[in-house]
């Protein structure tokens, strides 16, 4: 594979992270929605893997049948709602350890200070938050150009030993929620892109 093609992957997965992160950071608003709309049909011209493909236009039917208000809704009963009865956690500890702030996270931290990442001072959510692992994976995406070798070998654990396991519970616990109707086609989505992440390493 040239350089060429190679950084135009590179570009391609920091938008795909871009719109994973843009899913649960804040509640959504009539701005995000209508940028979701057009990425959203964008994407639906393209054929890219039978997962993501099925997530894409069930997002794109549940933009135009929803109201923002009705998303807003569900953002706020899975993910801030201190008193939901059924709430869906983001933290990779959460599903891999039975709490948060587990094992989980001090391995991730560890990994990240091995790798010299840093989350930044203002980010309230743990390092092994969704959120914050995609951050962490864009970082490492832009360290290509220093070193693109180690940077690719970061990625692979990252992505196989941390995010995607996080993706594939997360994904579960949306399907399960009967409360998550627009998010569970999201999480379709963001376990669609980490499978594709994890073939784009195996191929290496």
């Known amino acids: 594979m040239?350089?060429?093609s190679e950084?135009?992957?590179s570009r391609v997965r920091l938008r795909f992270i871009d719109l994973i992160k843009s899913f649960f950071i804040g509640?959504?608003?009539a701005e995000k929605?209508?940028?979701w709309r057009g990425i959203f049909s964008a994407l639906?011209?393209?054929k890219i893997s039978p997962l993501l493909d099925s997530a894409v236009l069930r997002i794109l039917e549940l933009l135009d049948s929803r109201g923002l208000k009705d998303i807003q809704?569900?953002?706020y009963v899975l993910f801030s709602d201190p008193f939901s009865e059924n709430?869906?956690?983001l933290s990779a500890s959460f599903y891999a350890d039975?709490?948060?702030h587990g094992q989980t996270l001090a391995d991730f931290r560890g990994f990240l200070a091995s790798a010299g990442v840093r989350k930044a001072d203002f980010v309230r959510d743990a390092e092994d938050s969704l959120p914050v692992m995609i951050d962490c994976l864009a970082s490492l995406i832009e360290r290509e150009k220093e070193d693109e070798l180690k940077a690719r070998q970061l990625q692979d654990v990252l992505v196989s030993d941390y995010l995607a396991p996080l993706a594939e519970r997360l994904a579960r616990a949306l399907q399960e929620n009967e409360q998550a109707l627009f998010y569970e086609a999201f999480g379709r989505f963001v376990l669609g892109y980490t499978e594709l992440d994890q073939a784009l390493f195996e191929a290496v």
């Open 44 to 46: 639906s011209a393209e």
């Open 73 to 75: 809704d569900e953002f």
């Open 27 to 29: 509640q959504p608003d």
């Open 7 to 9: 950084k135009d992957i």
């Open 2 to 4: 040239n350089s060429t």
């Open 98 to 100: 039975g709490k948060s």
């Open 33 to 35: 929605l209508s940028r």
């Open 87 to 89: 709430p869906v956690s």
